[in-house]
DNA sequence: GTGAAGGGCCAC
DNA sequence: AAACGTGGCCCTTCAC
């Protein structure tokens, strides 16, 4: 298909190309860079069209390398464009391109339309489904998009006309896909998840370029800790597997690998442990008290876990033009909506304080951190408008605590800790749709005391067995179902296979509790950088029900009221029937 | 050598 | 009687 394109090089024609585009209300945007980092590369080509009248510009012909873009008068027609909000930017993956234009220009993209998240959300959680822009053209066009130019060097001095027009198309084609995506948006429903994810695109694309300082001497000092423990561990474990050698004394003390679970199962087997199935740190727990060995083999997986996971892997991270740590949060991390991070997984660093502590504020600045309190439980208090539930939100200072009490029929003064840690496993279980066998594992309980349990549980809260029951049965008939925000996960399941069924039924009870939980997080980070704009509070990471800021030492105050008023404002969005509760702290450290 | 799969384990 | 939901990372194993 013919395009018409114009490659744009001076400041003259640049105004004119901005003049020309700046009232039309959807705009294709698409970036070309030198690399994937906006910390390591250079950002070449900018490219905006209204579909037919498409501009690429050169930003070589506007600055000595990237350093004085962001000065450069020339460009100010262009950050007007881009940071306009009366035009929508559509973009694919547009995380991506507002990076580049943040990080090089300076500007925050105004009103981002996102292809990529559209197309994720109408799949559902298909997870055959590709999302690349070539896939989503091919999907909803039916037209084959060409994309062997989009590792092409783009830092060469004099741009193919291939290379040129390659990116002019890509920008072209951007509203025609968004016309398509939209039929499919409105007749799906899902205007409302669409909105909330567009409007997070920048507030997440911030989150990365800032970053989060980690203090390295002191990460470094817990490493070295825990590699001691590990050799030790180590030596000592293999002292005892060999015990269980024959000839071991011929030939020397036979090396296991510590880290196979075959030689060690071999070698655990020979000393007559009796081995579960799995070598897993519950199933062998039991066996620790009894068997030194099995005590010693858990010891040293918590340390190799420890200097594998989370020692120096983690500082390899630290981005050397910033001193920080920048991992990539993908936004629909999973399809209920949760957030997925990596390089490294910022969601998954211990909880204890050892590792939280080595995440601090730089000089003169401090950290708020805040987290919704038990927003699951609230979310299926809520939907399930069960009163004994609710007033346990609305009346308990310890809603364990005051579980517990309903649950055993007492007052609360009078719960032990056992009945109040029932309480609190329980609580927690049920909104995966735990079963009483699990219970039972989990407690120690037998079978039968578990399913006790479980039976006086859901008589304290009949409603919400009975919403959870309801989740259930949809599996069966509506083979879809919702979270709040209105984002839409499938079933799959074999109807034959009861097990799958099981899956589905619990996937059921689920998704609308954690997608809400997610449309929440996703909706305060919204109202949070609406409310940050020109102060010196920046979002530096976020976990599920957690968000992390980073500020002068004297905003803390207040960064800490904007942070919990936008949480409380985005989970009474959601949640009405219920209080929305937000622990929010000025630290040094990220800690609870 | 590289990559996929599976076990194990960290988070919420 | 059924396996408690969502991720990512490290390691071994095994196939190519």
Redesign the pocket.
Known sequence: MEIYFQLVRDPDSLKKACEELKNEPDLGFDVETTELDPYKGDLRLIQLSNGVNTKVIDLRAFGDGNGSLKTNPDLAPLRDLLASTKQTKIAHNAKFDTKWVRQKLGVEVGNVYDTYLASILIAA?DGERRHGLADVVQVFLQRTLDKTEQVSDWGADELSDAQIEYAARDAAIMPEVKAKLEERIQSDGLTRVLALENECVVPIAEMELNGIYLDEPRWREQLEKQTTIQSRTAEELQDMLAAGVAQASLFGRPEI?L?????VTDALLNLGVPMPN?????E?QPLADEYPQVAKL?EY??A??A????GQ?ILDFIEPATGRIHADF?QI????G?F??????L??????HEYRRCFVAPEGKKLVVA?YSQIELRILADFSEDPNFINAFVSGADFHKATAAQVFGIKPEDVSADQRSFAK?LN??V?????A???A??TGLT?TQAEDVLKRYFNTYPKMDAWLRNAARGVMTERMTRSGSGRIARFHFDPED??SV??AQ??AK??PI?GTSADILKRSLRLLHNDIQGTSIRLVNI????IVLECDAADAPEAAAKLESAMTRAGSEFVQKVPIKVDVHIAEEWT?
């Open positions: 959680g690998n880290d196979s679970q075959q030689q799995t070598t897993r740190a519950w062998l858990l997986r918590a190799a876990k200097t594998s996971s989370f892997n993908r991390g999973a399809p209920t949760r997925a991070c990596s390089s490294p997984n969601q998954q660093i211990p909880a204890e987290d496993r927690f279980g909104v995966y749709g735990i079963g066998s699990r219970f594992l989990m079978q009861r097990s099981g899956a619990r996937y689920n998704m954690q976990v599920h029900d957690e609870k």
